[in-house]
């Protein structure tokens, strides 16, 4: 009896660091989609950047033909509005980007390279939706014949 209550004050310690480890362990990021942002905070745009805020919900994005008056760099909002999850792929001039799955009400940040007036291809990409109506064309500048991504 007497060594077990010796022993039982050095164990808090240790538990108390592997407890802590785990909890740091936990707070570092995760990319699934090479290109995508996690779902945090959207990243501030630099000079020139354009910025868009995107809708979804079940089955559409609102705006579906947003215009961007010039070429280069886009940071886009995207807001689930509905009560499934989404995602957000845009076809940019470096191939596609997309976000990780966004929660019922939840929120995700994207960067995208529209460095071409012309049309970008954008759409939820989750189990059929783009199908169902979650798709849409971004229009950069002044040029409405033009698409800037494959078939």
């Given amino acids: 009896m007497t060594l077990l209550r010796a022993r039982w004050p050095l164990r808090i310690p240790a538990v108390a660091a592997a407890a802590l480890g785990l909890a740091l362990a936990a707070c570092g990021e995760s990319r699934q989609n090479a290109g995508s942002t ?29 215009r961007i008056a010039k070429a280069g760099m886009v940071t886009i909002t995207v807001r689930n509005r509905g009560t499934i999850q989404h995602a957000l792929a845009v076809h940019g001039s470096g191939g596609q980007v997309r976000t990780a799955a966004i929660a019922a009400g939840g929120s995700a940040g994207l960067t995208v390279d529209l460095k071409t007036p012309g049309s970008y291809r954008w759409y ?10 979650m798709r849409g064309t971004i229009v950069v500048g002044a040029s409405r014949g033009s698409s800037n991504y494959p078939g």
């Fill in 38 to 66: 996690s779902t945090g905070l959207v990243p501030p745009a630099s000079a020139g950047n354009a910025r868009l805020t995107v809708s979804e919900t079940e089955f559409s994005l609102a705006p579906a033909q947003p």
């Fill in 124 to 133: 939820c990409p989750l189990d059929g939706h783009r199908a169902r109506g």
